[in-house]
């Protein structure tokens, strides 16, 4: 068919360039890792294969409770996400309590994780917000609590930390997922037949949708094992999570550390994998269980339904507000004057947090705003390149396209940017904005991707044929057609893009060599020296950044098709 | 054949020609006007940045120089960037022009070459600086050689709130004592933080029959010399803040922790951070320092230039500026950083030296008669053996 | 003349093994309707994405296409000249009734303004012009639908199950309307249905599929 091959009007290029921009630092990157974990690379010249890094690793104290940490702490919050979203989907979906929870949850999505953990720290802590509203009157407490909260050695703080922040995230995942799973149809079969709301939803409707919220579920459990950003603000000391072990050596002056780190790097990996296959494990076990409970005729109707449904409104209203209420308080703290235990608020309200801090953190908005759009902008033209081409080769990409997508997702960002930052540096690229905006580029394009590729899948086919009978080439319709009628869902990508950049840590540390300073990078500097009000105002810009692009995604829209219901609609 | 010889012989000399000469100072000038120097710094405090801003705004007045603030949550951070650049051979234009830098980290990169220098004796203020009565040409008894420059005196304080703990203990027999009658109230930063790695030298200095040990290199005998300090970390562990289970990440947020109520003990490398930090609302005015009767540790901070640093001369004009009386006296003044100058009085100008009496210290910074003469910094080598074995002790919580 | 008019040859579509059309040939005379019929899953559609040149890679196609003497299966979509109508009549929801005419309008049309006033009047809708799709009833909207059809001039007209969400009496209406104006223009129609009262209403020949 002459309408099908993309090769001659250049659209077969795109994909290749995309796959190349994901691939190509991955790849490089993880061979900076395996070289020095065997010897390689080493300071000053010389090399052959050697253990040396390994058995150094191993001799590190408190190794293995590192090891078993960063495994627990992924496993079990995205566990718990997952409990509390399919909790609130299946016993609320369609209700109107679940439009305000999803409401109230979908722009916390955009809440860099650093943020939200740094809020929730003020939240939870002993001399906190929440102990300071209920002290002394109903605590007694004078003087916060000498409890260990935050930063416990068993690493629950940060497991609820990353739950409030992830619930939302597979949340949206699984409200994607639905459409395609029929779930109106199948509950109503399903209460038909005498289950309850959850049962039924559980056994009729979730399997199909879980299908396609596996990939996004091993993202979410490869972040948990391997976060660094929230691990430092959340994350036990008494021993680390293992990845903040490999930042520590990553960033020791003494060279020779840097071969331990790039064999704990690979232990991280090894982690990673071995909490996939945990994991995996784990389905196929729901699954055997499930369909034994199904032949018993379980239907978990009444009592037991209205409990979990009860529990899953509840957390999830829980997660929202503890992450909302964290950024209430970073705002508080930037106006506050002096507050101390137990006062509930400040003893007054100054400007001069934002007079120290304004000017500089207008400066670095302005430029962590400009990278995140270029970031951003040059994601989405590549994926509307592959969505297009994908069109009109008439060819949906496959599950080994898909795999790459999901590539620098699944694996730990502190197992490949560090053989990254070594590439950079040999090819001379280590200096300026450049190689920050390539290293964003490779987490940002697969969030684009995911956020268009629905929408812009699920367009109408019949108006490109219609186009076509109008005499209208593939371009215009593109053009006229496709791109003005998905606009919002293409703003949506560009701020998801934007979102995503925006909160990256540890590739603009390591791919600017420090010379770009971002909000998060800023933030967690001044995060180090735990001035709250400093905290405050840092954190509160960075959240600002993130949301704004999202307010243009949602009112930009709005304004240009005020008199177009068709497009706001559809 | 000679031709070949000379162009090696130009290819070898280029990049040293490529540095500039510390003892032209005029050509140094001229280079550096229009250079952006790259000063990789802890930004984790608000005033040293608010400090660091103003350093920038009157170089770039004064010689055309801009300054970039790179705030570092670790001085660890630049260093192996310098390292990294030089493993991949990057050895000029590199990506660091200066290090606020002492102890451990400047050891490693002078033992590694990664230093540019010497050139701290060349600069024009070197004249003022006290060379006699202060540890500035000697950084935790490694010789600094020209390698890095000082801009600022440290040494240990303990801050308290007068309130709620009128009489501070002030030994570590003293401080063993008041932790166990006042269980979870006393912590300090987690090692390898400096001000934490500081904890425990100035614990080692106190609790050590003869510190003149530490003066040397760790040996053999390293077990028996810190036995007291383990025993006495045994002891206080149960009692501190949290059991020990968890502690401050960095020295400023015990200044939080004291705000909150949830310590009554911090400890400071800075006599005046107290001082600034109550005129910041993060400490409760009646917040106090004191030092420890046998006296405290004090050290200085210095400024160095990576071997490869992309602009060397405005590096060395900024450190030069850094030791003005004008930058010092700044410093100085409590509400601003309140950070010891490393000059002699006796070497200043009348004026400036009247600048320098006049100063008001602040209602939580002791006079330098208070503070007394400052316990010279252990030997390097002690404190990466302590490092280690306190993460083997009480780094993995029982 | 023998090769006006929509012609179709042992027109063979399959995919994956399976046959959807087996050899189907037809000769459809300008002003006449063709109706093929069928249950869904007859490949139906997949017929007229055959003509309009936007079948799937996954389908092949064998047989001849022809459109008035030309052959059709080397042309790209936007080149052969077929217009096609769908049930949903699928305006663009993005632009205004006139711009949404303007759209197949070629680009050298003289008195661009002038057409698409005379076009609305002709299916009573003048006062239409700036009005959102979104607000107009469904008889309205078949009527721009077609119009905007047969303002990009085709020389052929592809239905598809064109009135099916329409009501009983506006089906009538409609039915009436667009085979009087193709008969008018002398377009061959070929018009996909399920709906027996379709097809007796077209009035032309009639295939079963499936």
Redesign the interface.
Known sequence: MPNNTPSKTGWGIVPLVTIALLLGPVTAGMIGTILPAFGGLRPGGGGGFSLQAWREVAATPGLGTSAWLSLKTGLISTFGAIFISLLLVAGWHGTRAFRAVEQALSPLLAVPHVTAALGLAFLMAPSGWLARLGSPWATGWQRPPDLLILQDPGGWSLIAGLIAKETPFLLLMMLAALPQARPAERLQVALAAGYGRVTGWIFAVFPNVYAQLRLPVYAVLAYGISNVDVALVLGPSTPSMLSVQILRWMSDPDLALRAPAAAAALLQLGLVIIGLALWRLAEAACGTIGRRLLWRGIRGANRRDDLARGIGLTLSIAAALAVIGGLVGHLLWSFAGRWRFPDALPESLRLRTWARHGQEIIDVSAGTLALAFAAALIALVLVIGCLEAEHRRGRVMGRGGLLVLYMPLILPQITFLPGLQILLLQTGASMGWLPVLIAHLVFVLPYVFLSLAGPYRAWDARYATLGAALNASPDRVLWQLRLPMLLGSVLTALAVGMAVSVGQFLPTLLASGGRLPTLTTEALAIASGGDRRAIGAWAAALTLAALMPFVIAVLLPRVTYRNRRGVLDG | MKKLALAASLALAAPAAADPNPADWPAVLAEAKGQTV?W?AW????TTN?FI?WIGSRVAEDYGVTL?H?????T??????V????????DE?G??DMIWING??FA??KD?DLLFGPYAAALPNWQFVDTEGKSVEVDFTVPTEGFESPWAMAQVVFIHDSETVPEPPKSAEALKAWIAAN???FTYP?P?DFLGTTFLKQMLVELVEDPGLLQSPANDSYDEVTAPLWNWLDEVTPAL??????????G??????I????VDLAISFSPGEATAAIA???L?ESARTYVLDGGTIGNASYVAIPYNANAKAGAMVVANFLLSPEAQLRAQTPDILGYGTVLAMDKLDAADRAAFDTLELGIATLSPAELGTALPEPHPSWMTRIQADW??R????K | MADTGLQLRDVRIATGGRRLIDGLSAHVLPGDVLSVMGPSGTGKSTLLAAITGTLQPAFTLTGEIFLNGRDLRPLRPQHRDVGILFQDHLLFPHLSVSENLAFGLHPKTKDRKTRIAEALADIDLAEFADRDPATLSGGQRARVALMRMLLAAPKALLLDEPFSRLDAALRDKMREMVFTRARDLGLPVLMVTHDLADADAAGGQVIELG
């Open positions: 790259y990789n930004g984790g405090s608000t608010d801003a970039e790179v705030k570092l949550t670790d660890a951070d630049a260093v192996s960037r390292v990294a650049e030089q493993a991949a051979g990057t234009g990506a660091v451990a980290n490693a990169m590694a269980p979870g109230r987690q390898p803040w949290r059991s020990g289970k968890a502690y401050p990440q960095t400023p947020r015990q200044l939080q922790l705000n909150d109520g949830e910041n609302d993060q409760p993460a083997e009480f780094g993995v919580a």
